[in-house]
């Protein structure tokens, strides 16, 4: 295979790695953010204001678990002499 599928392939091998991780940082944030009582901070916990914010803070999450994700990726290639 030359060498500019191989990239390709990892380029895109790892953007799909990434968004997966994204997705699932979203998801886990949802659901931590979940635990939190939400009456100490609004005034209506399950009104649209607070559940965006809630949404908003787990998007945070997601780009935080991607980042953490670009760590990893970039440390095990390293490790295997790819960079």
């Excluded at 944030?29 to 803070?57: N, V, Y």
């Amino acid at each position: 295979m030359p060498l500019t599928y191989r990239v390709s392939a990892t380029v895109g091998a790892d953007g799909m790695v990434l968004l997966l991780v994204f997705f699932l940082g979203v998801v886990a944030s949802w659901w931590a953010l979940g635990a939190l009582k939400w009456d100490k901070f609004t005034h209506h916990p399950f009104g649209g204001q607070a559940q965006l914010l809630r949404f908003f803070l787990a998007l945070a999450g997601g780009v935080l678990s991607v980042i953490v994700g670009l760590i990893l990726l970039g440390a095990m290639q390293l490790l295997n002499g790819a960079l």
